[in-house]
């Protein structure tokens, strides 16, 4: 038995993008996402958010800033109704050159064997080409790239989807 998923990247798709974001007061959740993150529920799929967050590495903020501001983050998704099954997060340099950080599929590979995930019955929605290439990495194949955060190259995005936001998924997530 496998599950399905809906993977999430953070900034850009679930809060407005913020460089190197930690504070909760800089968090802005973006339009339509609770009403979006209610359907995939309807739909049955799971929830999980997966970001890089350099911003530990780089010494920009802690991982007790990070995970102050993930809880506040939980706790606002579940006052409506949202329950987020797990976060997954890369603390670590590009330079590093680990095998967390997107677009290595390592956050990915490690949701997947925790939760046995079914990956090709699974959606991934980022707004960096990097997100895509990550998913398709770790055999999802259903991705979407939203305009809500960073600029991004449609013509040269391996992208199955581009949406104005995750308000839109309804759209194109429909079993
Ligand atoms: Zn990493």
Redesign the pocket.
């Known amino acids: 038995m496998t599950i399905k998923t809906i993977f999430l990247d953070r900034d850009g798709v679930i809060n407005k993008e913020v460089e190197y974001l930690f504070r909760i007061s800089d968090f802005e959740f973006i339009e339509g996402v609770f009403e979006a993150c209610l359907y995939f529920h309807h739909l049955d799929y799971k929830i999980i958010i997966i970001s890089n967050q350099s911003g530990i590495a780089r010494g920009y903020y802690n991982e007790n800033d990070y995970q102050k501001l993930t809880k506040w983050m939980l706790s606002q998704f579940n006052n409506n109704g949202i329950k987020i099954l797990d976060t997954f997060y890369?603390?670590?340099d590009p330079e590093?050159n680990?095998?967390?950080?997107k677009p290595k599929p390592g956050m990915f590979i490690e949701a997947k064997d925790k939760y046995s995930i079914g990956m090709k019955d699974s959606w991934m929605i980022g707004d960096k080409e990097t997100d895509i290439e990550a998913a398709n990495l770790a055999g999802i194949n259903n991705t979407i790239l939203v305009r809500s955060g960073h600029l991004i190259d449609e013509s040269n995005s391996n992208s199955k989807f581009t949406i104005d936001s995750i308000k839109q998924s309804k759209e194109l997530i429909k079993t």
């Open positions: 890369c603390p670590h590093e680990c095998e967390c950080r």
